[in-house]
């Protein structure tokens, strides 16, 4: 056992000796803190950090980007190829510690409201605390890329830059939700 735990241990070593050589040596490029993407916690894809498996990934400039590696657009059909895409149903202790953690129940979204900064990459989890169906939408056109649909006791996760300033309604669109209180709202400064 203790050889098994050594081999694992040198291993590791390794592995970090030459992550550390190829970014010294500027083959590999790595997040920085001064990079778009600082802060950005995930898996390292050739078009950038991915969040959570089947999420856009953000690139280096802070872009989230398409697996093509084109900037998401924010205005067209929900998991059209040039939307930004939610993950697959994710365990809630896999979500990132970065990442905006929202939940919903008949009782409503909580948090119902929160700040981003204009322009910066945001990911949030949306997590249904009940034996229900939902699915997180914003009002604004200017968002209607933006769908995550959970079955009950189910969390997702999406990644998208924040638009410009402004609040932006969100709600449950499943019908009869809103009207029971499944609402909130993201406010951009």
Not at 10 to 37: C, M, R
Not at 57 to 76: D, F, R
Request: with cysteine.
């Amino acid at each position: 056992m203790q050889n098994k735990k050594t081999v694992w241990i040198v291993g590791g070593v390794i592995v970090a000796v030459v992550v550390v050589y190829l970014a010294v040596s500027g083959n590999v490029k790595l997040p920085t803190n001064n990079s778009g993407n600082a802060g950005v916690k995930g898996t390292q894809t050739p078009q950038g950090v991915v969040v959570a498996p089947g999420t856009s990934p953000v690139a280096t400039s802070g872009q989230v980007v398409t697996q093509s590696g084109e900037p998401v657009k924010l205005n067209v059909q929900p998991m059209s190829p040039d939307a930004p895409q939610q993950s697959a149903p994710i365990a809630e202790k896999d979500v990132s510690s970065k990442a905006l953690k929202i939940s919903v129940s008949a009782q409503g979204f909580s948090p119902s409201q929160f700040t981003v900064k204009a322009g910066e990459p945001i990911s949030f989890s949306v997590t249904s605390n009940d034996e229900q169906t939902h699915v997180f939408k914003f009002d604004d056109p200017s968002l209607s890329a933006i769908a995550v649909g959970i079955g009950p006791k189910e969390t997702r996760v999406i990644t998208f830059n924040a638009p410009k300033k402004g609040e932006y309604t969100f709600f449950c669109d499943v019908p009869g939700h809103r009207s029971r209180g499944e609402i909130g709202k993201m406010i951009v400064n």
